[in-house]
């Protein structure tokens, strides 16, 4: 892997597939945002999405040596700008195949990398209070009914992996009382059991309780 130096950030050359392996969905955006800005920040290329490396300027203000200061044409300005323009393009691509294909309509129109970043998170801004609100909802209500143990158990999880994937992560002890809260009264005892554990310490993490759950589910079952 070689990155070649031009000016104070390197035009990159890498597969980025081999590092960024999250796909952005309606889903994921801070799971997806904190991995992308971790690769762009380890390759000193963060500033192109966050605006610290702008485009260069056709000219330039030089002082002389009465203090007064002129504006005059930039003599380094095609080349600083074809280097930034052709790292941008890289960066702004990197960011586009990272993308399901229901993203990319949200980006069309952008040009830069630069666009691209703040048109996503402008749009995703907007919807994430109501999409916390629904999975925060659906955690809350979720009940196992005559579903599986298994089943009921792989559908809150995947809530709790949206909530973390939208800046909300939920604790272990919420987990725990929002799985056996979707339980039906004939687990009692196994919910009693449980609940009387969580607040030891170190406190079992859902992780811990799950072989309980379906133990007591199969028994019941038999």
Not at 204 to 217: C, G, M, N, Q
Request: proline share 4%; net charge neutral; with cysteine.
């Amino acid at each position: 892997m070689v990155n070649r130096q031009v000016g104070t950030y390197t035009v990159p050359t890498l597969n980025i597939s081999n590092c960024v392996i999250v796909t952005l969905t309606d889903q994921n955006y801070v799971l997806w945002k904190n991995q992308f800005e971790t690769f762009l920040a380890g390759q000193g290329l963060l500033g192109f999405v966050n605006g610290s490396i702008s485009v260069p300027q056709a000219t330039v203000t030089v002082t002389g040596t009465n203090g007064t200061s002129s504006v005059r044409p930039n003599p380094e300005y095609q080349s600083e700008y074809q280097n930034w323009s052709r790292t941008d393009s890289v960066v702004k691509s990197w960011l586009l195949g990272s993308f399901a294909e229901d993203i990319l309509s949200i980006v069309l129109s952008c040009t830069t990398s630069y666009e691209v970043w703040h048109t996503l998170a402008n749009h995703f801004n907007r919807v994430s209070s109501s999409r916390l609100f629904e999975l925060q909802r659906k955690l809350q209500t979720i009940e196992k009914k005559d579903r599986t143990m298994a089943v009921y158990l792989r559908e809150l999880k995947s809530i709790c992996d949206q909530l973390a994937s939208v800046g909300s992560p939920v604790t272990e002890k919420m987990k725990i009382f929002a799985a056996l809260n979707g339980l039906g009264r004939e687990y009692e005892p196994i919910k009693t059991t449980i609940e009387n554990a969580v607040d030891s310490v170190p406190g079992p993490t859902l992780e811990d309780v799950v072989p309980k759950l379906t133990e007591f589910s199969r028994v019941l079952s038999a």
